[in-house]
């Protein structure tokens, strides 16, 4: 008999919060004006924007466990649900795919295909979710525990002991890492990250470490569904495993730094081990405290969370393509005007920036609560 699948409301509302803070983040007013702890860290270091992305892919590797653990039991569905993954891994590619190339193929759609971005946050999700669902089908545990931490050794080795060529000594600068030369070699400058154009921060070598922090997702999810563990021991295990991995990531980054754009394996520890003490603490206080009621507003983005982050990413590009005029006569966007308008001369510019940023979360919480409430869910 197939088992019914669990739902835990607490990684529901850590994945609603952590799109949230995705949304938040990536919508400021200015990018001129954002205070600190809402930047990334300039290279190496970690600022809590830093942490938003390893937490959507470590929630993404706690869900695979959960979701497709009834199929991992049974060896004659894993072909179906495999292809399913394949799917699900290639829509959310495109989607990605699509969002780096809207509005550059309406103005020059020779230009927009020689220029267009090839990886970027949807397109890494769509290969780390591919990967690490057949891992977890085909492996065992303890295999996923080994494939993990095999992971973090060959990357450190990768990058901190092969020569670059061209460069001549194995670095961790920007342009001169291991990781930018693949990048260059195979994405070309042209389709890398339009900031740099030599390097992209969800790079293809940078993907290998990615997966290992869905892979540690997995492993929390593998844990959290055993039946034979009380509630208590779920909770410690999760602190003292989150803690571990945190102080190791601060102890490997002495030698390897904790680094988000070369997803460095002090990163995966320490960024998953952070998402293992959020997850217990959300897990005692809403699943087994039965705290729940200020839940609803996280869980709405939760339930829909590659939604809205497609939404939140499409339609400031749509939007944008309506130009309007400037009192002194030049054009601009809809929504910079609207920006420059209603928030610029009623705040400082680092506040009017956060404002717009939070005004947008909540717009589109008024969205994604009216879908929750008509039970409205888009599986991608």
């Known amino acids: 008999m197939t088992q019914p699948k669990q739902r835990l409301l607490s990684l529901d509302f850590l994945r609603g919060l952590t799109v949230a803070a995705m949304i938040l983040v990536n919508n400021p007013g ?79 759609p020779a230009h927009a295909l020689q220029t267009v971005r090839l990886l970027g946050v949807l397109q890494r999700i769509g290969i780390v979710f591919i990967i690490s669902s057949i891992i977890f089908l085909k492996a065992s545990q303890k295999t996923i525990f080994k494939t993990l931490i095999v992971i973090l050794a060959v990357y450190w080795a990768l990058m ?28 070309t400058e042209a389709h890398t990250w339009a900031s740099s154009k030599t390097w992209d921060p969800e790079g293809v070598l940078s993907t290998l470490p990615a997966i290992g922090t869905c892979l540690f997702g997995i492993l929390v999810g593998i844990w959290m569904r055993r039946k034979d563990v009380d509630n208590p021991t779920k909770v410690a295990w999760l602190f003292s495993t989150g803690i571990a991995a945190i102080v190791l990531g601060l ?12 997803w460095t394996s002090s990163y995966v520890l320490y960024a998953g081990g952070l998402a293992s003490v959020a997850l217990a603490l959300c897990y005692w206080i809403i699943d087994v405290q039965g705290y729940k009621k200020f839940t609803t507003p996280f869980v709405v983005y939760g339930v829909n969370a590659i939604t809205v982050f497609f939404l939140a990413g499409l339609m400031p590009r749509v939007l944008n393509l309506i130009q309007v005029t400037k009192p002194d006569g030049t054009k601009t966007g809809i929504l910079v005007r609207l920006y420059e308008t209603c928030y610029m001369p009623f705040f400082s510019p680092v506040n009017a920036s956060l404002v717009w940023a939070i005004t947008y ?20």
């Open 361 to 380: 979360v909540l717009g589109f919480y008024v969205l994604l609560y009216i879908m929750y409430k008509k039970n409205i869910i888009i599986k991608v």
């Open 160 to 187: 901190t002991f092969v020569p670059v060529p061209g460069v001549g000594y194995p670095n961790m600068e920007k342009e001169t890492n291991l990781a930018a030369w693949i990048d260059r070699g195979v994405l």
């Open 251 to 262: 102890l490997w980054d002495l030698q390897f730094p904790i680094n988000k754009s070369l």
């Open 30 to 108: 200015s990018w001129g004006h954002i205070y600190a702890p809402l930047e990334h860290a300039e290279w190496n270091g970690c600022t809590p924007t830093d942490l938003v992305f390893p937490f959507f892919l470590w929630i993404v590797g706690v869900s695979i466990a959960f979701a497709m653990s009834s199929s991992k039991t049974n060896p004659s569905t894993h072909k179906k649900t495999i292809i399913k993954a394949i799917k699900r891994g290639l829509i959310l590619y495109f989607l990605g795919f699509f969002l780096a190339i809207f509005g550059k193929l309406l103005n020059d």
